[in-house]
């Protein structure tokens, strides 16, 4: 009880700044079913993405990043940075995204999900190896997409259940993810109950076939769907397909694949057709109203 009416109070206080931030815990000890990770989390900075990455998370988290209090419009979104579920890019996949999204009156929740434990310094080598067998680093991931749906879960269940102490609408509250973070978006919203499921969702040049669960949900979820025609890593199909399915169930969606733009794009600015997703991504939020 304490720690909640601490943190009601900090976010409170932080509420009028821009980008101000609160990193709040989803558990309060040991994540179930990783109660013996003993590894630390980490940063690499210089690797061969050129960005940012985060890596070895064992205490799964959301950030929370609100707008100014005169943009605020009561939506909110958690956000799942991509990284094949080895790494979080956690800048132009998540920081950057919610910076974006308090410009328009939304408030924001990076979420840092339980990943495969890197044994070396450098993720991104470590990470390309086991990319040239897809069917192996399913196997790998497996157990640990299990934890990172948890991890999501109960990002939802806290974001809701803290709606009014931010001034939040518990009914407007949204799921985005990029790659692998677009494969928990869809995992997240197809193991939820009512009480935990988004009510929105984007997944970004999503991988789908790791997702978990089948079943679309019978209530209404608008869905927006982007990806590049020419993904490297193949996946421009795996969102068609999500669409094609989405359709079928006579669910609202709408689809954006560019021509150009490759795979994990972001907040990236390539000049390419994919720089646009962002403003196709508002022009939904708003036909939703989702913003003014």
């Not at 890596?55 to 939506?75: C, D, L, M, R």
């Not at 067998?133 to 809701?160: C, H, S, W």
């Not at 988004?198 to 991988?207: E, G, M, R, T, W």
């Amino acid at each position: 009880m304490k720690r909640g009416l601490f943190l009601s109070l900090l976010l409170l206080l932080n509420i009028g700044l821009a980008y101000s931030q609160v990193r709040i815990p989803l558990y309060s000890g040991k994540a179930p079913g990783s109660e013996s990770w003993d590894w630390k989390e980490a940063e690499s900075s210089s690797n061969g993405f050129n960005t940012r990455l985060v890596y070895n998370v064992v205490e799964p988290s959301i950030t929370a990043y609100f707008p100014e209090k005169s943009k605020a419009n009561g939506t909110s979104v958690i956000i799942a940075p991509g990284g094949a579920f080895h790494i979080l890019s956690i800048d132009s996949e998540g920081i950057d995204v919610a910076k974006w999204l308090n410009q328009r009156g939304i408030t924001a929740f990076v979420l840092k999900y339980r990943v495969v434990h890197i044994l070396s310094n450098d993720p991104v080598k470590e990470l390309s190896t086991k990319m040239q067998d897809f069917n192996k680093l399913d196997e790998i991931n497996a157990p640990v997409i299990k934890l990172a749906t948890q991890d999501g879960l109960k990002a939802m269940e806290y974001v809701r259940n803290h709606a009014s102490d931010w001034g939040l609408n518990p009914q407007k509250i949204g799921f985005m993810g990029f790659s692998a973070g677009g494969t928990l978006t869809m995992s997240v919203l197809q193991t939820a109950s009512d009480a935990n499921r988004p009510n929105f969702v984007a997944p970004i040049y999503l991988y789908k076939k790791a997702v978990l669960g089948t079943q679309i949900p019978s209530n209404w979820i608008p869905i927006f769907i982007a990806a590049a025609s020419d993904d490297n890593l193949g996946l421009a199909t795996h969102s068609v397909d999500l669409y094609l399915e989405w359709l079928k169930a006579k669910q609202p969606a709408e689809l954006h694949m560019y021509v150009k733009g490759g795979h994990g794009f972001g907040m990236r600015k390539m000049n390419t057709p994919s720089d646009y997703w962002t403003m196709d991504f508002e022009h939904w939020l708003h036909f939703h109203q989702y913003i003014p």
